[in-house]
């Protein structure tokens, strides 16, 4: 850290400490307050609120995002109440499960307010333990208001990779001859099934979830590995982009993940580098055909840098191709998605080289 940087710490942290102090946390959760309304006073004074905002903008510098004034307030309700977040019942999910969320909760409520009425400004660590214990209390409290979502996320997800294992199995035991009209029908259902199950989870929000679950024992295949990319991903895909009005969710995060391996493949490059940031910006809210189609247009440009030259030829074919569908205002869902599959597989290609690369240089 530099002197300029260190001086700029110790004025946050005296700052902080001042914002801390005008909170005045301890007779706010020491008040015989039985009545939550009386307690709803004085946490939506205006002194209280002006230094809640003042904290929440002043821990943005140290990455604590999406932490806003309700979170803040919440603090204060739960440390004060915590009894009825116990005794809150209307979960899915079984109790001893429940519990944990609500005990964990809690606790994190109470760590995060002692320290902050203990807050020492003389030590060099002490923002960085208040924003470590509020990203756990964010966690927690997610966990809290979301129980119900996140049981019925993660049930899915088992369920998918239990298909998946049931699919592996039967292909596996029929290498050496055709499937007969029962199994055909058995993997046509499985991958419905499959379908359905992730069409549930998207409506949840939960692909972050579903991206990052460990089932108990590992598929032969993950759908977010290189496998990601079979044929019920792309359907899905598919019909996202073809329904009215057009879902973006799958599309946004699927560019999101070319970017990534896109800028590790250029690392090296610091010129590509700074135009692939400066013309790959993805939005929060991706709501834009337009965006999408430049965005994969530009990936095509990008891709012909990378390729020899006769695979840089197929390419041009399947840009060519992408360009005449654009032009003659085909359904986004009829060939984006055999656009994207294309790609993604040249971008593993060329990161499956690099990677080889690496392994012989360290030999």
């Not at 806003?68 to 307030?73: G, L, T, W």
């Not at 979830?209 to 024992?217: A, S, V």
């Not at 247009?297 to 360009?323: A, G, H, M, P, R």
Request: charged share 25%; net charge positive.
């Amino acid at each position: 850290m530099t002197s300029k940087n260190f001086i700029k710490h110790i004025i946050d942290r005296c700052h902080l400490y001042q914002y801390i102090k005008n909170l005045n946390i301890n007779e706010i959760i020491n008040s015989n307050n039985k009545d939550s309304t009386l307690l709803s006073k004085k946490v939506y004074k205006y002194n209280i609120q002006s230094n809640i905002l003042k904290i929440i903008n002043l821990l943005k510098k140290y990455n604590i995002k999406n932490f806003i004034s309700k979170d803040f307030n919440y603090l204060f309700f739960i440390y004060k109440y915590e009894y009825n977040i116990l005794n809150n019942h209307n979960f899915l999910i079984d109790i001893n499960k429940i519990k944990e969320i609500q005990i964990n909760l809690i606790s994190s409520v109470k760590k995060l307010i002692n320290y902050m009425m203990t807050f020492d400004v003389y030590d060099n660590f002490c923002i960085l333990k208040l924003c470590n214990r509020i990203k756990r209390f964010k966690i927690n409290l997610y966990e809290w208001e979301n129980a119900d979502n996140i049981y019925l996320i993660n049930l899915y997800s088992d369920t998918y990779y239990h298909l998946q294992d049931t699919k592996c199995i039967i292909l596996e035991s029929n290498t050496h001859r055709d499937l007969n009209e029962d199994e055909t029908n058995e993997i046509i259902n499985i991958i419905n099934r499959q379908k359905d199950m992730l069409k549930k989870i998207n409506n949840l929000d939960g692909m972050k979830i579903f991206e990052n679950f460990q089932p108990n024992k590992k598929s032969k295949k993950s759908i977010f590995s290189k496998d990601k990319y079979e044929d019920d991903y792309w359907l899905l895909i598919k019909e996202n982009l073809n329904s009215v009005p057009i879902n973006f969710h799958f599309i946004k995060s699927h560019l999101i993940y070319l970017k990534k391996i896109l800028i590790y493949i250029t690392s090296e490059n610091k010129s590509l580098l700074r135009e692939i940031d400066e013309k790959l910006q993805i939005n929060n809210n991706i709501t834009d055909s337009f965006y999408v189609i430049y965005f994969i247009n530009y990936l095509f440009d990008i891709i012909n840098k990378l390729q020899n030259v006769n695979i840089s030829e197929e390419t041009k074919c399947y840009q060519k191709e992408f360009k005449m569908n654009m032009i003659n205002g085909t359904d986004l869902g009829n060939f984006i998605p055999f656009s994207l599959k294309y790609l993604t597989t040249l971008f593993f290609k060329i990161w499956d080289t690099k990677i080889k690369n690496i392994k012989k240089l360290l030999h």
